[in-house]
């Protein structure tokens, strides 16, 4: 199922899904450039990847939300390797969970500058190369609060992040199809990582949610870049503009 060298970017790198999909492809035979704002978290994977994988790899500080940052990245990652044939949009912030009105501003432009608008920038940056060389691949992490709300769980603003993302997704996979370029969207649910990590500490917290789900268990970072690998790889080559749902089926009963 999966190709092998290609050259694909990754945002977010050294959180816990971007870490599991950088794994994942570069052990696949794949060129990753990892971006993310911290360098000693990106060479921190590196070191768990293994040395042997070291020269397929990319380490970029950048900001997403910075524009000269996102140039500087697209245009190292040429540098390097030549080119870009895919992009994994998968940088992200998530707020406390915050009532909307008690919001300030800077709250929610922080969510929308970094989930939203910098999956624009980056998305952007490589287009223009996808364009010419006639082919590309995008594939953006939303959230299944892009598609639902969650009683009691007011996060309003993060949730229309993710809405955008799966409506940019659809846009460029519509607009720039023609170049051969395709844009696909996963959208996650519960996926373990340190943020809710202390809740799985309690058993019947955990227990509560796992039963919530008809597969019985949360999800894993693997769990997505399994989808990640496939959506990229050549078994894909006629799916673009869809929106993939790893979650467990959990939207299957609501």
């Known amino acids: 199922m999966s190709s092998k060298d290609r050259v694909v970017i990754i945002t ?6 971007g870490k599991a999909i950088t794994k994942r492809l570069v052990y696949e035979g794949n060129k990753v450039v990892m971006v993310g704002r911290t360098i000693s978290k990106l060479s921190k994977v590196i070191a768990e990847i293994g040395s042997g994988y070291k020269k397929n790899l990319l380490p970029i500080k950048a900001d997403i939300t910075n524009e000269a940052e996102v140039l500087s990245a697209v245009e190292q990652s040429i540098s390097a390797f030549n080119r870009v ?5 998968n940088a992200g912030i998530l707020n406390d969970p915050t009532p909307f009105h008690l919001m300030a501003d800077d709250q929610w432009m ?13 998305t952007k ?3 223009p190369i996808m364009i010419e060389a006639g082919k590309g691949s995008i594939v953006n992490i939303s959230s ?18 993710k809405a955008g993302v799966i409506m940019f997704t659809k ?14 969207c996963i959208v996650p649910s519960t996926i373990r990582s340190p943020i809710i990590e202390p809740y799985l500490q309690d ?5 509560m949610l796992e039963t919530a789900f008809p597969l019985r268990r949360i999800g894993e970072p693997e769990d997505i870049s399994g989808a990640v690998s496939y959506l990229c ?3 894909a080559n006629w799916i673009t503009g869809t929106v993939l749902a790893v979650d467990g089926g959990i939207l299957a009963k609501q």
Not at 12 to 17: E, K, R, S
Not at 85 to 89: E, M, P, S
Not at 111 to 120: E, M, Q, W
Not at 171 to 184: K, L
């Open 85 to 89: 044939d895919i992009l994994i949009n």
């Open 12 to 17: 977010g790198a050294a959180g816990g899904v």
């Open 171 to 184: 846009s460029i996979a519509v607009e720039y199809g023609q170049y051969g370029i395709r844009c696909n």
């Open 125 to 127: 940056a490589v287009v």
């Open 110 to 122: 922080s969510l929308i500058d970094t989930n939203l608008i910098g999956t624009f920038r980056m």
């Open 203 to 207: 058993e019947q917290a955990r227990k």
């Open 144 to 161: 299944l609060l892009g598609m639902r709300a969650i009683p009691n769980v007011p996060l309003s603003i993060y949730g229309v992040t």
């Open 233 to 235: 790889s050549n078994d």
